[in-house]
């Protein structure tokens, strides 16, 4: 073979090489081009689109972690100026709340009255009964009740330096996380008395003050029957009603949840818990 067409054959082959490196570079830069990708061709009948490439710029972005939006910071619980006293929702919704335990001897039965009838209720406890009574918690957190922090030794607060009040809501929160599972988001002062510390450190461990709306006064055993107009008297869209389940003899509150909630329920109202969102 001649020189001259020995030459012109290898033009030939590094000519045919160059023009499918560069079809290949082209292929793997065309989506992301100066960061812009190219539209995709709509695919044919009946075959499975293809995932888009993404351009530099989106691999820069994208989180290792994965491809939702990214996760933007827990809101802080606002510091009000007074409790919550009644709570917000559709229809005639009311809630059941139960204060000073959880108690062996009470807060079983007020349970399974609550069980028979699918309702929830709420349980501000006290640390020193629910570090002796872990597993009435953890039945609570089983049946989907909510507990809230009602302090370590029911303390008046206001009578408190702020050190103590913090311990005071600190080691109730904390037994609660162990028995419940989940840190409390709701917090009653004992005796229903507030002031600026109370609200601020409340705030600070990321609970909402709840109050009431209706009270009860079944811990000074008015009789049965007084409890039981109490509530149903007091019933009413958005109203929190409060009664007790430790703190002294509370049979009577025991029987008058029996007799009040399925009137309550007869009546049309709607027996909830509150969450955040509602107020």
């Known amino acids: 073979m001649k020189k001259d067409q020995l030459l012109t054959r290898r033009r030939a082959l590094l000519t045919g090489a160059a023009t499918l490196g560069a079809a290949g570079v082209a292929a793997a830069l065309a989506p992301g081009i100066g960061n812009r990708a190219e539209p995709a061709a709509p695919p044919a009948a009946g075959a499975q689109a293809a995932r888009r490439p ?8 994208r989180p290792l972690t994965g491809y939702g939006p990214p996760r933007g910071t ?8 007074e409790p919550l006293l009644r709570v917000s929702g559709r229809g005639r919704t009311m809630v059941l709340t139960f204060d000073d335990g959880p108690d062996p001897r009470y807060t079983p039965d007020i349970l399974d009255t609550l069980a028979r009838y699918d309702v929830r209720a709420m349980f501000f406890v006290c640390g020193e009964m629910a570090t002796a009574h872990r597993d009435l918690l953890a039945r609570m957190a089983d049946e989907g009740h909510v507990v809230g922090n009602h302090t370590w030794s029911h303390p008046l607060l ?3 330096s702020r050190r103590r009040i913090r311990s005071e809501m600190e080691r109730t929160s904390d037994i609660i996380d162990n ?17 600026r510390a109370v609200f601020q450190l409340g705030a600070e461990l ?3 003050p709840m109050a009431w709306t209706v009270d009860t006064l079944d811990w000074a055993t008015p009789g049965t029957d007084t409890i039981i107009e109490r509530v149903e008297n007091g019933a009413a869209p958005g109203v929190v009603v409060l009664s007790h389940d430790a703190g002294g003899d509370r049979s ?9 909630l399925p009137e309550l329920l007869d ?3 709607h ?3 509150p969450r955040r969102q509602y107020l």
């Open 54 to 61: 993404l351009s530099p710029s989106e691999y820069r972005l």
């Open 74 to 81: 827990p809101a802080r619980t606002p510091v009000r100026r």
């Open 158 to 160: 206001t009578r408190l």
């Open 179 to 195: 028995a419940y599972g989940e840190r409390p988001e709701w917090f009653r002062a004992p005796y229903g008395a507030w002031n």
């Open 206 to 208: 990321g609970m909402e």
């Open 252 to 260: 009577q509150s025991v029987r008058a949840l029996r007799d009040y």
């Open 267 to 269: 009546s049309g109202y």
């Open 271 to 273: 027996i909830t818990v």
